[in-house]
């Protein structure tokens, strides 16, 4: 780190550690993001990306400091973090299947005046389906959903986790996109499997390993096969 | 057949009271994960607030008062409801055992506490006199308190209905019932659902615990805890957080208690536990309750 | 002690133990009190039985009761309708008992949970229906089943005989919690420990988990029984209310008082429970509690109210109960007393 970095970090994280059922899962967790860019939370499976997004939202019990924008979060309650300008995107969607559509995103509305448009805009299908229970729809239908709910309310900090698992290629185009134009109002932190996605949308990347941050820097470094290698257990970079 | 159409009747009437009791519990199960032993008691003490209202507030006798008797016992079970999720359930957030093992406390403390205020021998509730008479069906004759019992068992269900259907807590609350985390992930303060349940699942036993006063002519310490057994039973084969569900169990274990006790002499209790039994073995999250876990 | 390998520290303990009653029984030579005890002893090795469901394995049950009236029932309708005597009647019950919990026990633990707290209770209130309305003539309902002082040996007759059966109780107590201190020290008894902590880890390494739940069950089931049988002689017959929900749930609440999940915890908290329970009622009928107003004198005198308001403190400020709080002391001053 070098002494230039004094601009303010939309999030930052500091000795953050999560004890699951006497699992020691984030073992002191550091890093910050810029404010107004994506940056791509990567690793290989089971290292703590998704702890380390439930831990932001403070759906996990965490300790160590969280700052947002420079305001403590780590003791606020999860809806209390969410209400301060956080929107979640959780694995695996957690959409109501027992509701429908439409009932899904009245139930995530925050401001005043939710942007329906900019949902409806992107996602065409889901205004067709609004009255149809989102247990009924397809996996990319569901992750649509699951955006949409964060898209309706502005903003500050995204937390997005694999919105790309288990969905065709045509529909991580269409997520791409979606997360593209979320990108322009609001930073995002980004867990994803999906490199190309990440070298596409991502401006800075950081990496973990076995609960603790073991790199952070460009999308470039994905270019370097060795790195991917030895960072992700992926072969060949880019390819 | 007469006797058939007497019993079943009598038997949904039972089932109507059941579901007064089991509703409360099985949203409350259903949202917090939170198995209320404690709600018998809340019964109980709307049963004795009907006693009181009845023979020293308003004695006349008249409907009226019994009317004024029911809103009065759901709203003691509702505030005992509502002050227990504040002063106990509260401080336990997500320690789902002991939420029930303080539960278990809550109920016996009550009942013991019911027996030094009122002592051991049910004291007798009389309801209005018109409530004694008979309507015919057919050929049967059937008191027309049962039809009380499920007329209110029915408006309960209704404007349950309507609540989680159209009002934005009752969203919460089936949201709640199916991913409690993934709703304060939204931004919403899932407790004060919690809270409202005990309201409502109060302010129903309440009125179960004054419509069982004069379903079994009187109340005694244990009125809520005789009933409780049988709730449970209803929310689990109904399926815990279905409130249809609930409804649907209550009338079947109302009726085989009730039918079964007449012509096969005092099994009814024993089938409905063996109905429990085999919904539990073939479906394990009840008729139509979420996976219990 | 600590000549001793730790895992035979409990021999002293109990010896001490047995040589404190002896010197202690002959000074109360009070029936009355031997009575209490000899019932009091009898709950301590029930709250163990049914501390190894709870707090050895992770088993919240509602239907403990269940065995520990099948054993009560199963062995006084022995004696009484077969004429048979103690012995096989005894051995009869635990049979009886045994098929019951695995019946049971194979078909709640199909299910987790709060659900198989569900079932057990279900279970339970069947049995106590069957006991209470005497179906099929098996139980004589509220009048009890009385045992048949033929079939047992005189000198547990008769109240001059009452120290006979506070030593039997104390007896039975001492057995119970030796085979409970064999069971959980056992390697069953590690997996049970396992299952309680984290039941996946234990199907990771090829461990059956409903295996060992199931004989968990069975053998808390069979011991509760063998506790039944002797509430039989103790306090001469088996009645409805052993099978009762209101059994168990005093059961949870000596565990929770003493201590869950330590042995010892469970034997204090049953013994405190009965107690307690008792001398309570003899300080209201003394009148200590006349000077309170009525409002809070009327449930004072119910000895529940009391127990219920300390348990619902204990869950709520000391998870350990009793044992818990002594060790949390041990821990504070520990290196002090060493």
Known sequence: MNLEVTQEKALELSDVHVTIRGSHILQGVNFGIEPGVVTG??????????????????????????????????????????????????????????????ENLKLAERDKQPNYDIVYNLFPELLKRKN???????????????????????????????????????????????????????????????????????????????????????????????????????????? | MEIFITLFITGVGL??????????????????????????????????????????????????????????????????????????????????IDQALVTVGLGFVAASAYLGWFGTDPLVVLPPVDLYNVVQIGD??????????????????????????????GLIIRAGVENRNMVTALGIDVRKAFTFVFFIGGFAAGLGGALATTYASGVGPTLGDSFLIYAFITVVIGGMGSVPGTAIAAVLVGTTQVLVNYYVQGLGDFVVVLLLALVLLVRPQGLLGKVVR | MNLLPSKYRFVPVVLMLLAAVSVFTPVVDDPGL???????????????????????????????????????????????????????????????????????????????????????????????????????????????????????????????????????????????????????????????????????????????????KLIAFVLAGVMAAFVGVVAVIVTNNANPSMGSTGTTISLLLMVILGGIATRWGAVIGGVLYVVLSQRLTT?????????????????????????????????????????????RLKMKFGSSVK
């Not at chain 1, 831990?55 to 979060?73: N, Q």
């Not at chain 1, 009924?136 to 698992?165: C, F, H, W, Y």
């Not at chain 3, 049971?104 to 987790?112: D, E, F, I, P, S």
């Open chain 3, 283 to 327: 300080l209201n009928t003394e009148g200590a509690l006349s000077s309170f107003p009525e409002w809070i004198g009327g449930p004072m005198s119910e000895p529940a109210f009391i127990l219920g308001v300390i348990f619902i403190l204990v869950v709520m400020f000391s998870p350990g109960g009793i044992a818990g709080a002594l060790y």
């Open chain 2, 140 to 169: 049967a004759f059937v008191g027309l308190d049962r039809f009380l019992y499920i007329g209110v068992a029915a408006i309960v269900l209704l404007a349950n209905f309507l609540m989680l259907r159209y009002t934005r807590i």
């Open chain 1, 132 to 239: 149809q229970r989102a247990g009924t729809l397809s996996g990319g239908q569901q992750q649509m959903v699951a955006i949409a709910r964060a898209l309706l309310n502005n903003s500050n900090l995204l937390l997005v986790d694999e919105p790309t698992k288990g969905l065709a290629p045509r529909l991580v185009t269409e997520v791409a996109d979606a997360l593209e134009v979320a990108a322009k109002s609001a930073t995002i932190l980004l867990v994803e499997q999906n490199l190309p996605l990440v070298k596409r949308i991502a401006k800075n990347i950081i990496v973990m390993d076995q609960g603790v941050v073991v790199h952070s820097g460009s999308p470039m470094d994905l270019e370097n096969a060795d790195f991917a290698q030895r960072m992700l257990g992926v072969s060949g970079g880019s390819h």
């Open chain 3, 34 to 212: 031997q009575q209490t005890f000899a019932v009091a002893f009898l709950f301590a090795a029930l709250a163990l039985t049914y501390d190894l469901l709870l707090g050895f394995t992770g088993l919240l049950s509602f239907g403990h009761s269940l065995f520990y009236a099948a054993g009560a029932y199963g062995a006084a309708y022995a004696m009484a309708r077969w004429e048979w005597q103690i012995i096989p009647a005894t051995i009869f019950a635990l049979f009886f008992a045994t098929a019951i919990a695995l019946f049971t026990g194979a078909t709640a633990l199909r299910v987790k949970g709060i659900a198989f707290a569900m079932v057990t209770l279900a279970f339970a209130e069947a049995g106590h229906v069957i006991a209470t309305l005497n179906l099929w003539g098996l139980s004589n309902g509220d009048i009890t089943l009385q045992l048949r002082p033929e079939s047992v040996p005189e000198f547990f007759l008769g109240v001059n005989n009452t120290r006979n059966l506070f030593l039997l109780s104390l007896i039975t107590l001492a057995i119970i919690y030796l085979a409970v201190w064999w069971l959980t020290q056992s390697s069953v008894g590690r997996v049970w420990q396992a299952l309680r902590e984290n039941e996946e880890r234990v199907s990771v390494l090829g461990l059956r988990p409903f295996s060992f």
């Open chain 2, 15 to 96: 089932g109507a009271l059941y579901f007064l009791v089991a509703a409360g519990l099985s949203l409350i199960y259903g949202l917090m994960d939170v198995l209320n032993f404690a709600h018998g008691a809340f019964l109980t003490a709307g049963a004795y607030a009907t006693w009181y209202f009845t023979t020293y507030v308003r004695a006349d006798g008249s409907l009226t008062s019994y009317a004024i008797s029911l809103l009065i016992a759901g709203l003691v079970g509702a505030l005992f409801a509502v002050a227990t999720e504040q002063i106990l359930i509260k401080y336990l957030y997500n320690r789902h």
């Open chain 1, 41 to 102: 939370l990567l690793g290989r499976n089971g290292v703590g990306k998704s702890t380390t997004l439930r831990s932001i939202v403070g759906l996990v019990p965490r300790v160590g400091s969280i700052k947002l924008f420079g305001k403590e979060i780590s003791n606020l309650k999860a809806h209390e973090v969410i209400r301060s300008g956080v929107s979640f995107v959780p694995e695996d969607r957690e959409i109501f299947s027992t509701l429908t559509v439409l």
